[in-house]
């Protein structure tokens, strides 16, 4: 596995993470049962970013999170999101001390804004966001679809800390934040955290076939190799089951020829 540094911290995380969207929907089912081994399986690969929020699967995706790092806390970087019906002050508090209890951990490594509200003050936000950083409760603090403007407002109404990280969607075939949001990452040392890197699960069938066979890679893999070229991104497929999950943790194994990526970036 390959890691990388996030945002100017001193901390490193696998390029490959693991997004827990849509995951431990129904508890005790054979599905929890799937999604708990694949996670787990993660860790044992070396994979260490493990990415949810409070809305997904209604809170029950931080659940299976939780249940999944236990007795390997120390192990993985949980990062989770506070949702915009929560970004007042003290909706903040109070929506990241449930998100601790289903977790089932005293800490959050990385907290995020899932969603920018222009309705709420960003300053009110950032002032909860480093009140949790102060009592110990969060360790970073992210944004997730913020564009460029957002993003440099959010960084101005921070007093001591950060904006360690933008979580956006990006792949082979969404490559929306290339003209400003990814240069702006690139340059300003903000983690790029891409999410449905595999495009929601179409995978492209535009990728050559003489590059599958010259690195002995899935389609999948291909794109994940891609969009983690850049050395501020890092990617959180989803991954439901063992199968899917070492697949992906595998797919930064080699790099690839600087021409080879120029070919897959105009090959749609």
């Not at 390997?72 to 970087?77: A, M, N, T, Y």
């Not at 934040?177 to 990814?182: A, N, Q, R, T, W």
């Not at 990617?235 to 194994?253: G, L, Q, R, Y």
Request: proline content about 4%; aromatic content about 6%.
């Amino acid at each position: 596995m390959e890691y990388r540094r996030l945002g100017r911290t001193r901390e490193r995380v696998s390029v490959i993470g693991m997004g827990a969207w849509g995951m431990g929907l129904l508890r005790n089912s054979e599905a929890w049962t799937r999604e708990l081994r694949s996670l787990r399986r993660g860790m044992e690969l070396g994979v260490t970013l493990i990415d949810t929020a409070e809305t997904y699967s209604s809170g029950r995706s931080e659940e299976l999170v939780g249940e999944a790092v236990k007795g390997h806390r120390e192990e993985v970087l949980i990062a989770t999101k506070v949702a915009p019906p929560h970004l007042d002050h003290d909706a903040v508090i109070k929506a990241c001390n449930r998100s601790l209890r289903r977790l089932g951990t005293t800490y959050i490594d990385l907290y995020q804004v899932h969603w920018p509200d222009p309705s709420v003050s960003i300053k009110e936000t950032m002032s909860a966001m480093e009140k949790l950083v102060q009592e110990g409760k969060v360790r970073y603090i992210g944004v997730s679809n913020f564009g460029v403007a957002e993003t440099t407002d959010a960084r101005a109404a921070l007093g001591r800390n950060e904006i360690t990280s933008n979580q956006v969607e990006y792949s082979l075939t969404n490559r929306y934040v290339e003209p400003e949001i990814l240069p702006y990452c690139s340059r300003e040392g903000i983690t790029l955290i891409a999410y449905s890197p595999l495009a929601n699960g179409r995978i492209t069938t535009s990728v050559q076939e003489s590059l599958l066979g010259r690195y002995k890679m899935t389609p999948a893999q291909i794109m994940l190799n891609w969009v983690t070229r850049n050395e501020c991104v890092v990617a959180i497929p989803k991954a439901s089951d063992v199968a899917h999950m070492e697949e992906n943790a595998a797919s930064v194994s080699a790099r690839f020829d600087p021409k080879d990526y120029e070919l897959l970036s105009s090959s749609l």
